[in-house]
Nanobody
Framework: QVQLVESGGGLVQAGGSLRLSCAAS????????MAWFRQTPGKERESVAV???????AYADSVKGRFIISRDNAQNTVYLQMNSLKSEDTAVYYC????WGTGESNYHYWGQGTQVTVSS
């Protein structure tokens, strides 16, 4: 059974930083594509960052240069380091696997989400 558990969300001031974690079980992060998505009320879930099984990374234009996706194979955990946060980064952030690319429908397994709120 695949389980993804996100943590690290919270309230931060604009310009600050947060690091989200996604602890995986039932899947090995080093052998699977892992992705971070985010969603705000009334909007579709959007891709934020992806790290492939071969450690290639890709980012949404809106976060490029500010966010970094990485993984710790020993901990079987994926991280999203978020720097220079803006109010528009406020969203529920989800970890996903069992898929590819940046489309929400491409992924089969999802975490429960963690709220990130950036105050201006």
């Amino acid at each position: 059974q695949v389980q993804l558990v996100e943590s690290g969300g919270g309230l931060v001031q604009a310009g600050g930083s947060l690091r989200l974690s996604c602890a995986a079980s039932g899947r090995t992060v080093s052998s699977n594509n892992m992705a971070w998505f985010r969603q705000t009320p009334g909007k579709e879930r959007e891709s934020v960052a992806v790290i492939t099984w071969s450690a290639q990374t890709a980012y949404a234009d809106s976060v490029k240069g500010r966010f970094i996706i990485s993984r710790d194979n020993a901990q079987n955990t994926v991280y999203l380091q978020m720097n220079s946060l803006k109010s528009e980064d406020t969203a529920v952030y989800y970890c996903a696997t069992g898929g590819w690319g940046t489309g929400e429908s491409n992924y089969h397994y999802w975490g429960q989400g963690t709220q990130v709120t950036v105050s201006s």
